[in-house]
């Protein structure tokens, strides 16, 4: 029998979960039963909460001294929700029907006309260690790692994992990353082993280039667990997620730093309009478009004029904190054979959302975008003889991360940082099947499913043909 509940929200049953293992499971829409993608949900009065996915889809573990408790539902543009954690006890997934956020248009445009997007931006970063965490915490959170062509995966990595940040006060340099366990890793990738070895040989056993080159035109002869350890050195070296918080590609965390390109000469790098005014949580939000100068400026040493930057950032009313940044650097027309080496004209896409805990922002969502190529060498010499590039080498390299718990406490901090912390997200650990069943994990959406499962079903042939032929 199709079940109503009538709370701060309307529910409505779809399906059937377990609630016996403390999740709470649902999706997120509006009026039209539309998707509310990547909407903050929290335990009431804790830091502990998840997101849904752009499917609309979440689920949360509820410790057990929070089942009295509620769960609050938030997303830019909509009312904030609150349901008790009873009301999810039926063993049931439930779809959550937001009501949208009525804004004043009047009052809208008033507010628009009136004001100066430059002024709101000078302000807000005016105003960054007012509304910035600047006492230590650490975020926990998962993680998911993926490299994607324009037709299947060829690479996921899923992460529980730690980041320890001192404070916006203090230089990004000194956070800390902690890969705490690993859900899955399904590798299938074809790289370039040769040229890596020949790299990992020379930068990390001191081996000349004469004799390495020469080792990496023998792999046979080659230990191959030195062959992995280099191709795990590799990843580390230009895919560890450690670049996510502390690189200068986040620019909100990295800025005023050496080379950031958010510092104190932001308004004579981009132009600022005002969108829009937005509700959340009963708080008035510019939206503002972000623009290249004309002509271009450099953004920084790093970048030069090679890219320019699009993106929004929404800052609140009442005190100019920032809550949600998109930042995308697009290439310029000098920097063409970066576009045709990659195949694209993004350069990188950085997304960021902040929660509110205890008056202060923190990070709740972030993802990152690069364009990479595997085989780079390859490509550049295929291409330099005219060789026809297959476009299965070409991929973009996705990092996710969605903070789960926010810890703040200096006894919890001080015992956290004793033990060892490793950052290594490319080495295989075995799967710990307790752990995962009560961590908050981001829910797949439909179509990550299918390239997950794709994948693995090509590797599972892969491996089943490695063995074949052995016999």
């Known amino acids: 029998m199709k079940k109503t509940i009538l709370s701060t929200a309307l529910l409505f049953l779809i399906s059937i979960t377990c609630f016996a293992n403390t999740i709470v499971t649902g999706r997120l829409i509006d009026s039209h039963k539309n998707p509310i993608p990547y909407a903050n949900i929290v335990i009431k009065n804790t830091t502990i909460g998840t997101i849904s996915n752009l499917n609309g889809d979440f689920n949360i573990n509820i410790p057990d001294e929070y089942k009295e408790a509620s769960l ?3 997303s830019m543009g909509f009312k904030t929700q609150e349901i008790l954690i009873k009301a999810f006890e039926k063993q049931e997934i439930y779809e959550i029907e937001l009501e949208t956020a009525i804004v004043n248009l009047n009052e809208v445009m008033i507010k628009v006309k009136a004001t100066n997007a430059n002024e709101i931006v000078q ?133 005023k730093q050496k080379d950031a390109i958010f510092d104190k000469n932001i308004l004579k790098k981009h132009n600022f309009k005002i969108d829009t005014v937005l509700s959340y949580n009963s708080d008035d939000i510019y939206k503002i478009k972000i623009t290249p100068k004309s002509p271009l400026v450099k953004l920084n040493k790093h970048y030069g004029k090679y890219c320019f930057p699009i993106g929004w950032i929404y800052i609140r009313a009442k005190d100019f904190a920032i809550v949600e940044l998109e930042y995308t650097l697009v290439n310029s027309d000098k920097a063409q054979i970066f576009t045709k080496m990659y195949r694209s004209k993004i350069a990188s896409s950085f997304h960021i ?54 810890i703040t406490d200096s006894d919890i901090l001080a015992k956290s940082l004793e033990k060892s912390w490793d950052s290594n997200l490319f080495t295989p650990r075995p799967y710990n099947a307790k752990f995962w069943k009560r961590y908050s994990s981001m829910v797949e959406t439909v179509e990550q499913k299918i390239f997950r499962e794709a994948l693995e079903k090509e590797l599972s042939n892969k491996n089943e043909n490695k063995t074949i032929s052995k016999n």
């Open 72 to 74: 609050v539902f938030s």
């Open 123 to 255: 302000k807000a970063f005016d105003h960054y260690l007012d509304n910035f965490p600047t006492s230590p915490f650490i975020g926990k959170a998962f993680l998911r790692h993926t490299e994607k062509t324009k037709t299947k995966y060829k690479w996921l990595v899923d992460a529980a994992i730690e980041v320890y940040d001192p404070g916006f006060n203090q230089t990004s340099k000194d956070i800390k990353l902690n890969i705490k366990e690993i859900k899955r890793s399904i590798d299938n990738r074809s790289v370039d082993t040769a040229t890596i070895y020949c790299f990992y040989l020379g930068e990390v056993k001191n081996v000349s280039l004469k004799k390495s080159v020469k080792r990496k035109d023998n792999l046979a002869d080659e230990d191959p667990k030195e062959i992995k350890n280099a191709i795990h050195f590799q990843d580390n070296r230009l895919s560890n997620p450690n670049g996510l918080f502390s690189g200068s590609l986040n620019v909100l965390r990295y800025y």
């Open 353 to 406: 959302k902040y929660i509110e805990i205890d008056g202060k922002m923190y990070p709740k969502h972030i993802t990152l975008n690069t364009p990479k190529a595997n085989n780079i060498f390859k490509i550049l010499s295929g291409t330099a003889h005219g060789a026809k590039a297959n476009s299965e080498e070409y991929y973009y390299e996705t990092q996710e991360v969605m903070f789960n718990e926010i």
